[in-house]
């Protein structure tokens, strides 16, 4: 099964005549991303109140970035492949683990994306190793190098307003394969079955399906279903509705997921997944202007533990910018603790002075029902992007993050910093 979606890519690619594969290479496209990325964690009290170490100091600089090339397309088919790295440097032994910059302290590089493509405007088709998109399962692009996947996606738009989604999720490479605490014996680089990423003893993909549709005036509407084979199912709901009103713009949406492990997966692993998630966000858009409320609740059955962004970034609400600050990630399954429930809401207000320059700034409660496991938890979000005045093409972000912790029982004080410059060509 590992070799099944790379042999298929190389079938169907090698069924095109030379000539043909000499004139799609000869036209090819090539694009690419440089990337230094800093990231820092300073912790007030990197213990909690039981003893043990949570957060621990933590920074580093990595270099890295990717670049890729597009065959031109045949009859509506094109290989894409793009190339991976990222790079410490002055790596140091103590505090560059834990920053997911690199793997551990050494950086790696990887062929994070090998797949052949086709697309008539209607059908997509696309199998191979490659980013995905969805709400569940995504691939983060917060770091040098972000989530990847080998899958198959395929989705249609034949019928109006409309488009269908089917997936088959084989393996994934990421943060929490080599630093979570469900396989710390993976490394961040390798691609291992999403299965394996939940620390499970077998290896098995995930299959999905999905509606979306616009049918209705200023709304629209989503439906996902995950099937990860022996594992867990995961259901996902979202609608919104957009209007503007003389020179305001709003937008009203609502989600809701829940998660469930089966029986393989408990009697393998000796744990149980069984939680579901619900939110809704009120944004307001005037001139430079954008102001956002959100609230979510996270409810959760008995000694249930979490999946932790396993597979990349969760759609959420109420998510902080640095990993592990959202409410999901944050707030239950870390170190095999269980979930707790968590009521959490976020205020923002964002300020566009040109097109390309951002001011960016949140406030998030997380409150919870059960003190003496979870602290509550407030976060200041502050962000700053500018385009480089050096480099066409470059753009800077600047991100701040605060956390207060209450008690420091599973989360503690923290203040961390991530500086990113990018390079587009």
Not at 54 to 83: C, H, M, Q, Y
Not at 173 to 196: E, L, R, T
Not at 304 to 330: D, K, N, P, Q, R
């Amino acid at each position: 099964m590992k070799i099944f979606i790379p042999l298929l890519v190389t079938t169907l690619f090698c069924g095109l005549q030379a000539d043909t594969l000499s004139e799609a290479f000869s036209e090819a496209t090539v694009d690419g991303e440089v990337r230094v990325v800093h990231y820092s964690r300073s912790a007030d009290d990197s213990k909690n109140k039981f003893g043990d170490t949570i957060f621990s100091e933590a920074s580093g600089v990595a270099l890295g970035g990717n670049l890729g090339i597009s065959t031109a397309p045949i009859n509506d088919f094109k290989a894409n492949f793009r190339f991976y790295t990222t790079n410490p440097i002055n790596a140091d032994d103590k505090l560059m683990p834990g920053t997911y910059l690199v793997d551990g302290t050494k950086g790696y590089s990887i062929v994070g994306e090998a797949n052949l493509e086709y697309n008539n405007g209607t059908t997509m088709f696309k199998a191979g190793r490659q980013a995905l998109k969805t709400p569940l399962v995504a691939s983060d692009d917060a770091r040098v190098v972000k989530d990847l996947f080998e899958a198959i996606h395929v989705s249609n738009k034949s019928i109006p307003d409309t488009t269908l989604h089917a997936l088959y999720i084989h393996r994934n490479s990421g943060m929490d394969n080599g630093s979570s605490n469900y396989n710390s014996a993976v490394s961040s680089k390798d691609f291992v079955s999403m299965s394996k990423t939940l620390g499970t003893s077998y290896d098995k993909g995930m299959v999905a399906v999905a509606i979306e549709n616009s049918s209705i005036t200023d709304v629209k509407l989503s439906a996902w279903y995950y099937q990860g084979i022996d594992l867990v199912n995961m259901y996902y709901f979202d609608a919104s509705y957009s209007t503007k009103i003389s020179d305001i713009g709003f937008k009203l949406e609502g989600h809701y997921w829940e998660i469930s492990s089966k029986d393989e997966y408990e009697a393998d692993t000796g744990k149980k997944i069984d939680y579901n998630y619900g939110g809704v966000r009120a944004t307001v858009v005037y001139d430079k202007y954008v102001f956002q409320l959100a609230q979510e609740q996270i409810n959760y059955e008995d000694e249930t533990v979490g999946i932790h962004t396993a597979w990349g970034m969760f759609t959420e609400y109420t998510y902080g910018f640095l990993m592990g600050s959202g409410i999901y990630g944050a707030l239950n399954g870390m170190g095999g603790d269980y979930v707790t429930k968590v009521d959490a809401t976020k205020v923002t207000v964002i300020y566009n002075f040109t097109k390309d320059i951002m001011l960016y700034g949140s406030y998030n409660w997380w409150r919870t029902d059960n003190d003496n496991f979870q602290s509550d938890l407030d976060t200041i979000d502050i962000l700053l992007a500018w385009p480089c005045q050096f480099v066409d093409n470059g753009k800077w972000q600047v991100i701040y993050e605060n956390w207060n912790s209450d008690s420091n029982n599973i989360m503690v004080d923290n203040n961390l910093l991530r500086a990113k410059f990018t390079y587009t060509f």
